[in-house]
């Protein structure tokens, strides 16, 4: 007897151990550990790519790591890709990243020395061969220093459109602007009437601006409250052009008094599975300094008539998306 149920006992656990292997990975949230915010997700070398913001004491906040995986789930740490080091006119803090490929070349965007009027500081470009780095500084100087339109350069998205051309949408302080990037990235280009800035701001903006393009509309997303409230969360508008008009739909990621709160700056990334994620930053329920701030995805889904579905705030992240 002793013996059946021994047998019984070992077979029992051999099926619960394959049930439990075969149910999917999760990534789980926060991705990886650290206090990472402003997360700016990309496809790059057949990996899935995460720049974050060092979610530090402001002074302290002088360089960025990044993050790599294969499948969403496990998830490698690349530090001090980019340091101030390498950026002389770069004297204080540096956020959210904003990389793009092109022509062989990885180009790092990048916020610097909270600059107000008369400063010198703003939106900087870096380079490198590789995603991870290290890059250097491509100007020796900030590509837009001066504030226009009441926007504060920061919190830069370069967005590539299906004609070639690259717009870079960028304003902390409630304005947002867009301008059109040279081909290499070293000046701005006017647009058809000669101006150089255009404002796009739409209602409730004040940060953190980002873009996408699916079946042929344009949807802009920014961030509304402040970062380090409970209220941060992020809006989103659709149009027919980059420039807009953006009337404001709603609000797609909000904080969750039950998973966490702060919940914004996010970014968008499609697998090459096709599915959608939204990565982006919240603070812990069992946190209350401004800089706890952690970063973590939802898969973000869209309604039949193309509007957006509010995310879902989860600590169990999303499924594996291996990259094949």
């Given at each position: 007897?002793?013996?059946?149920?021994?047998?019984?006992g070992f077979i029992i656990a051999a099926l619960v151990s394959t049930v439990r292997s075969e149910e999917p990975?999760?990534?789980?949230?926060?991705?990886?550990?650290g206090w990472y915010a402003d997360p700016e997700a990309a496809f790059f070398d057949n990996h899935y790519w995460i720049f974050p913001t060092a979610s530090l004491p402001f002074d302290d906040q002088t360089y960025f790591d990044c993050f790599s995986s294969k499948d969403l789930v496990e998830w490698t740490k690349h530090e001090k890709v980019l340091t101030n080091d390498s950026i002389q006119w770069a004297k204080r803090a540096m956020w959210a990243p904003s990389v793009v490929y092109k022509d062989g070349k990885y180009y790092f965007f990048f916020g610097a020395n909270d600059v107000h009027k008369g400063e010198i500081g703003g939106i900087g470009v870096a380079v490198a061969d590789k995603p991870d780095g290290p890059y250097q500084d491509l100007l020796g100087k900030p590509l837009v220093n001066e504030i226009v339109n009441g926007a504060q350069p920061i919190?830069?998205?370069?967005?590539?459109?299906?004609?070639?051309?690259?717009?870079?949408?960028y304003g902390g302080w409630g304005h947002c602007n867009v301008v059109k990037l040279a081909n290499d990235f070293k000046s701005l280009e006017p647009f058809e009437d000669g101006s150089y800035y255009r404002e796009v701001t739409p209602k409730n903006y004040v940060e953190g601006p980002f873009?996408?393009?699916?079946?042929?509309?344009y949807y802009f997303m920014w961030s509304e409250g402040g970062w380090t409230t409970s209220n941060y969360c992020v809006a989103y508008a659709i149009s027919n052009?980059?420039?807009?008009?953006?009337?404001?739909?709603?609000k797609i990621i909000e904080p969750d008094p039950k998973v966490g709160m702060g919940a914004g700056h996010h970014s968008v990334?499609?697998?090459?599975?096709g599915k959608w994620y939204a990565v982006y930053h919240r603070r812990p329920l069992t946190e209350k300094d401004g800089n706890s701030r952690a970063t973590c995805i939802e898969e973000m889904f869209f309604n039949a008539d193309g509007t957006i579905k509010p995310v879902r705030l989860t600590f169990e992240g999303v499924d594996a998306d291996p990259v094949k």
């Amino acid at each position: 007897m002793k013996k059946r149920l021994l047998l019984v006992g070992f077979i029992i656990a051999a099926l619960v151990s394959t049930v439990r292997s075969e149910e999917p990975q999760k990534s789980g949230n926060p991705l990886f550990p650290g206090w990472y915010a402003d997360p700016e997700a990309a496809f790059f070398d057949n990996h899935y790519w995460i720049f974050p913001t060092a979610s530090l004491p402001f002074d302290d906040q002088t360089y960025f790591d990044c993050f790599s995986s294969k499948d969403l789930v496990e998830w490698t740490k690349h530090e001090k890709v980019l340091t101030n080091d390498s950026i002389q006119w770069a004297k204080r803090a540096m956020w959210a990243p904003s990389v793009v490929y092109k022509d062989g070349k990885y180009y790092f965007f990048f916020g610097a020395n909270d600059v107000h009027k008369g400063e010198i500081g703003g939106i900087g470009v870096a380079v490198a061969d590789k995603p991870d780095g290290p890059y250097q500084d491509l100007l020796g100087k900030p590509l837009v220093n001066e504030i226009v339109n009441g926007a504060q350069p920061i919190d830069q998205f370069v967005f590539l459109d299906d004609d070639g051309s690259y717009y870079m949408y960028y304003g902390g302080w409630g304005h947002c602007n867009v301008v059109k990037l040279a081909n290499d990235f070293k000046s701005l280009e006017p647009f058809e009437d000669g101006s150089y800035y255009r404002e796009v701001t739409p209602k409730n903006y004040v940060e953190g601006p980002f873009m996408l393009k699916k079946d042929g509309k344009y949807y802009f997303m920014w961030s509304e409250g402040g970062w380090t409230t409970s209220n941060y969360c992020v809006a989103y508008a659709i149009s027919n052009s980059p420039f807009g008009p953006f009337e404001r739909i709603g609000k797609i990621i909000e904080p969750d008094p039950k998973v966490g709160m702060g919940a914004g700056h996010h970014s968008v990334l499609q697998s090459p599975s096709g599915k959608w994620y939204a990565v982006y930053h919240r603070r812990p329920l069992t946190e209350k300094d401004g800089n706890s701030r952690a970063t973590c995805i939802e898969e973000m889904f869209f309604n039949a008539d193309g509007t957006i579905k509010p995310v879902r705030l989860t600590f169990e992240g999303v499924d594996a998306d291996p990259v094949k």
